[in-house]
C-alpha cells in the first residue's frame, strides 16, 4: 500500500511541475518568439519532457524499464506503422466530421470523437493479437521518412514551403509524439504499473491501473490546453479533455502489448506530424 501511495503522489507531484512551469514559461518571451517564427515551442516542450526524465536520471532507474528501448524495434516499427493508418480513423472520422458539421470538439464534439477514438482501440488491438515477429525493416522504415518528407514536397510543389511546415513536421513527430509518449506512456504508466503491477487481461492486453491514470491524466492535459491566465485563458476544454484521453488508452494498450515508446510514439507522433503541416500548407 505504501508503494502505491507513494508512486501516485510522485506522479501527482510532477503532473502539477510540468502544469506550473508550463504555464510560467508560456509567459516568457521566448515562447511567443518560438511561436510566431516556428509555430511550436520547443523549450517548453523540453521542460515537459525535462521533468520527468530528471526524476528517472536522480533515482538512478533502468530507462528501459520506462520504455526507452529498442528491444524488438523492428516488429514494434511495423506495428507503429499500423497503428498510423488505424489513427487515420479518429483523425478522419472523428475530428474531421466534427468539424464539417461544426461541432466543438472542445465540448460536446468531443463525445462524439471520443466514440470513433474507441472503434480505432478496438482495431488497434485486433491487429497487434494477429501480428507476427518481423525480420524485414528498410520497406517500413523508408515509409516512415517518405510520410515525414510528404507534406515537405507538397509544400514545395505549391511553393507554399515555409520554416513553420518543416518545424511542424519536426515538432509534431519528435517532441509531440515521443515526447509526450514518453511523459505519460513511458514515465507515469510505466512508474504506476511498477506499484500497482498489471494483474487485468483482455483481449490479450495485460494492463493495470497506470493505463488507465495515465489516460486520465493525459486527457485532463488536454482540457488545459484551452486555459492560462498568463495569455488571458480561462477555460477547460473538457470535450478534448475526453477524447484525448481514450486516444491515451490506445497509446497506453500499444505500450502494454509492445514493451517499448516506438509504436505508440510513431502512432501518435506520425498522424500529427504529416496532418498538422498539411493543414499549415493550406491554411496560407
Request: aromatic residues 12%; charged residues 15%.
Given at each position: 500500500?505504501r508503494?502505491?501511495?507513494?508512486?501516485?503522489i510522485?506522479?501527482?507531484?510532477?503532473?502539477?511541475a510540468?502544469?506550473?512551469?508550463?504555464?510560467?514559461?508560456?509567459?516568457?518571451?521566448i515562447?511567443?518568439?518560438?511561436?510566431?517564427?516556428?509555430?511550436?515551442?520547443?523549450?517548453?516542450?523540453?521542460?515537459?519532457?525535462?521533468?520527468?526524465?530528471?526524476?528517472?536520471?536522480?533515482?538512478?532507474?533502468?530507462?528501459?524499464?520506462?520504455?526507452?528501448s529498442?528491444?524488438?524495434?523492428?516488429?514494434?516499427l511495423?506495428?507503429?506503422?499500423?497503428?498510423?493508418?488505424?489513427?487515420?480513423?479518429?483523425?478522419?472520422?472523428?475530428l474531421?466530421?466534427?468539424?464539417?458539421?461544426?461541432?466543438?470538439?472542445?465540448?460536446?464534439?468531443?463525445?462524439?470523437?471520443?466514440?470513433?477514438?474507441?472503434?480505432?482501440?478496438?482495431?488497434?488491438?485486433?491487429?497487434?493479437?494477429?501480428?507476427?515477429?518481423?525480420?524485414?525493416w528498410?520497406?517500413?522504415?523508408?515509409t516512415?521518412?517518405?510520410?515525414l518528407?510528404?507534406?515537405?514536397?507538397?509544400?514545395?510543389?505549391?511553393?507554399?514551403?515555409?520554416?513553420?511546415?518543416?518545424?511542424t513536421?519536426?515538432?509534431?513527430?519528435?517532441?509531440s509524439?515521443?515526447?509526450?509518449?514518453?511523459?505519460?506512456?513511458?514515465?507515469?504508466?510505466?512508474r504506476?504499473?511498477?506499484a500497482f503491477?498489471?494483474p487485468?487481461?483482455?483481449?490479450?492486453?495485460?494492463?493495470?491501473?497506470?493505463?488507465i491514470?495515465?489516460?486520465?491524466?493525459?486527457g485532463?492535459?488536454?482540457?488545459?490546453?484551452?486555459?492560462?491566465?498568463?495569455?488571458?485563458?480561462?477555460?477547460?476544454?473538457?470535450g478534448?479533455?475526453?477524447?484525448t484521453?481514450?486516444?491515451?488508452?490506445?497509446?497506453?494498450?500499444?505500450?502494454?502489448?509492445?514493451?517499448?515508446?516506438?509504436?505508440?510514439?510513431?502512432?501518435?507522433?506520425?498522424?500529427?506530424?504529416?496532418?498538422?503541416?498539411?493543414?499549415?500548407?493550406?491554411?496560407?
Open positions: 500500500m508503494s502505491k501511495a507513494l508512486a501516485l510522485e506522479i501527482i507531484l510532477v503532473y502539477a510540468i502544469q506550473a512551469a508550463g504555464i510560467a514559461w508560456r509567459s516568457a518571451g515562447v511567443a518568439w518560438e511561436k510566431e517564427h516556428l509555430g511550436w515551442s520547443y523549450t517548453g516542450m523540453l521542460i515537459f519532457v525535462g521533468i520527468p526524465a530528471l526524476i528517472i536520471l536522480l533515482a538512478r532507474r533502468r530507462w528501459a524499464d520506462y520504455g526507452v529498442l528491444e524488438n524495434w523492428r516488429t514494434n511495423e506495428i507503429g506503422l499500423k497503428a498510423y493508418l488505424v489513427q487515420i480513423i479518429p483523425l478522419v472520422l472523428g474531421g466530421v466534427a468539424t464539417s458539421l461544426m461541432l466543438n470538439t472542445n465540448r460536446v464534439g468531443g463525445l462524439y470523437v471520443a466514440l470513433v477514438e474507441i472503434v480505432g482501440l478496438l482495431l488497434m488491438v485486433w491487429v497487434m493479437n494477429r501480428q507476427k515477429p518481423v525480420a524485414g528498410r520497406r517500413n522504415l523508408v516512415v521518412i517518405l510520410l518528407l510528404f507534406p515537405v514536397l507538397l509544400g514545395l510543389a505549391m511553393r507554399r514551403l515555409s520554416a513553420v511546415v518543416v518545424s513536421v519536426l515538432w509534431q513527430f519528435v517532441f509524439g515521443f515526447g509526450e509518449e514518453f511523459v505519460w506512456r513511458g514515465y507515469a504508466q510505466s504506476l504499473n511498477q503491477g498489471r487485468w487481461k483482455l483481449w490479450g492486453v495485460q494492463f493495470g491501473a497506470g493505463l491514470i495515465s489516460a486520465i491524466l493525459f485532463l492535459l488536454h482540457a488545459f490546453n484551452t486555459y492560462d491566465p498568463a495569455i488571458g485563458l480561462s477555460s477547460l476544454a473538457w478534448w479533455a475526453v477524447w484521453a481514450f486516444a491515451g488508452l490506445t497509446f497506453g494498450v500499444i505500450r502494454e502489448k509492445t514493451g517499448t515508446l516506438l509504436a505508440p510514439g510513431i502512432a501518435h507522433g506520425l498522424p500529427d506530424a504529416v496532418g498538422e503541416a498539411i493543414l499549415v500548407i493550406f491554411s496560407k
